[in-house]
């Protein structure tokens, strides 16, 4: 958890990097805040495991790419149920615990991606490049 704030300057630096507008690169830092925290949380502490979440990116004329890797549990963050519709319109003592993170991951990037090879969960962030970092 000590590395989450690294991880999200990182993330900063690369949107900068991309030149992508404000509301995008805020976007991309808040997906990839959660679903670091969950690897985190999730995969590893809970787990009663120690691991590595490695991060990587990739700057193409088109997008902005961030992947993070781990060891931990495998966790398929677009196999679990999302909050309906109806759901985020309850208060929020009346809404169900957990999801809104990842549906705020998926509502926050381009495309995000999920795969699973070799013990290892790949996470897969896009953002689209525009020009002049238009929104």
């Known amino acids: 958890m000590d590395s989450l704030e690294k991880l999200g300057s990182y993330v900063v630096r690369a949107t900068a990097e991309a030149k992508l507008a404000a509301k995008a690169a805020y976007g991309l830092r808040l997906a990839v805040d959660e679903i670091a925290t969950n690897i985190v949380t999730h995969g590893h502490e809970e787990a009663g495991i120690s691991g590595v979440v490695t991060v990587s990116v990739a700057l193409t004329d088109d997008s902005l790419t961030v992947v993070l890797e781990d060891g ?32 705020l991951v998926l509502k926050s990037v381009d495309a995000f991606r999920y795969e699973r090879a070799h013990d290892v969960n790949r996470n897969i962030f896009v953002m689209n490049r525009t020009p002049n970092g238009a929104a």
């Open 72 to 103: 931990g549990l495998p966790f398929d963050p677009l196999s679990h149920r999302l909050p309906a519709e109806d759901d985020l319109n309850l208060p929020l003592e009346e809404r169900a615990i957990g999801g809104l993170g990842i549906f």
